[in-house]
């Protein structure tokens, strides 16, 4: 076993963390995989899972992550890998339940009772103050789970995208494109995302695809005036440079934000908005509670990017939307504001980004 499947493993078996205290006002979290949290991942990371399930378990992890995983953890400046794999709830789950992704998802937990139902998950958010969410889709597959959960569910809204890691791989990435374009209408569905480009998973070969499928969902963005969500992954710079070539939409949201207090400053300047995820709490960020102290309310969102990237005190442990409280707590702190002030803001940066639930 190596070394990464086994901190896989150890993080499975932990248990998952209790519930924060509930915030003294509603919030949302902006930003998450509710299907990868239930482990009713499908396409290609559950088709590739499902391959492996034969072999060691925890390898299945790894490699049913290799997109989205791999993409904000690393961010995390620790860059301690195991984070990403991360593991979860959902992982192992991963495997079977992408075979039965065709019935409703939303349903669907893991074969050992390991997986987290949607309800259930939206139930916890709720009874801590987090009663919206948005969940983001990554490839087709999950785009349209994503699109009809909304449909479905009150407290969800959608956005939909091809995963700047997924663009490279795909045999026929226009006809992909062209279903994300289909699905962008919907009125459920707020969002572009999470697309744009990730410098760290994608080698130089998938570069081009990576920015075509980027101009192609930036002008979804604009044709539909949905927000753009973007993934940047060691793409500061060339985020910007596609974004004023190709002309940006309205509302342009940095998910997981992970640059400096300069990129920060540079973006909030253009009017976008940047979103923070658990990674604000980490002791090895002061750049990013820098660069969340100088963002506006008006520009400020707040994420879980769950599974991944959980905050403090519980960095390791599955993530989930119920996690919120501790990062919002921790951008109160960073920005010297009362909890209440800042969860007013971020309630009304996110209905105004995504209109209302
Ligand atoms: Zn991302
Ligand atoms: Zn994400």
């Not at 006002?25 to 930003?31: M, R």
Request: aromatic letters at 4%.
């Amino acid at each position: 076993m190596s070394d990464r499947s086994r901190r896989a493993a150890d993080r499975r078996e932990r248990p998952a963390p209790e519930a924060p205290s509930a915030l003294p006002l509603p919030v949302l979290d902006s930003h998450v995989h509710l299907d990868i949290v239930a482990g009713s991942r499908s396409t290609e990371a559950g088709a590739d899972a499902g391959r492996t399930a034969v072999g060691d378990r925890s390898e299945i992890v790894a490699g049913s992550r290799s997109t989205e995983a791999g993409a904000d953890a690393g961010r995390t400046a620790a860059g301690d890998r195991s984070e990403i794999v991360a593991g979860s709830r959902s992982t192992e789950a991963g495997a079977d339940a992408g075979r039965t992704a065709v019935g409703d998802r939303s349903e669907i937990v893991g074969s050992d009772g390991s997986g987290w139902s949607v309800e259930d998950q939206v139930a916890a958010a709720r009874a801590v103050g987090v009663d919206r969410l948005v969940q983001v889709g990554v490839d087709v597959t999950s785009s349209q789970w994503s699109a009809a959960l909304a449909e479905r569910v009150p407290a969800v809204l959608a956005t939909v995208a091809l995963h700047p890691n997924e663009a490279p791989r795909l045999a026929d990435l226009d006809a992909a494109l062209a279903v994300i374009d289909s699905l962008a209408g919907q009125p459920r569905v707020r969002g572009i995302g999470e697309t744009g480009l990730d410098f760290f998973r994608t080698g130089e070969d998938g570069l081009k695809a990576q920015e075509h499928s980027f101009r192609g969902h930036i002008e979804i963005a604009k044709r539909t005036g949905k927000a753009l969500v973007i993934h940047d992954r060691d793409a500061h710079a060339d985020v910007l440079r596609v974004l004023d070539d190709a002309g940006a939409p309205d509302t342009v949201v940095l998910h997981c934000f992970s640059g400096d207090v300069f990129f920060a400053a540079e973006c909030v300047r253009r009017g976008y908005v940047l979103s923070f995820a658990g990674t604000v709490t980490f002791k090895n960020a002061p750049h990013l509670r820098e660069a969340a102290a100088l963002t506006p309310p008006s520009q400020l969102l707040v994420e879980t990017d769950a599974p991944y990237l959980t905050p403090m005190p519980h960095r390791g442990a599955p993530n989930a939307s119920y996690l919120i409280p501790l990062t919002v707590r921790g951008l109160a702190e960073a920005k010297g504001l009362p909890v209440e002030e800042v969860c007013q803001g971020i309630s009304a940066t996110g209905e105004r980004v995504f209109g209302p639930w």
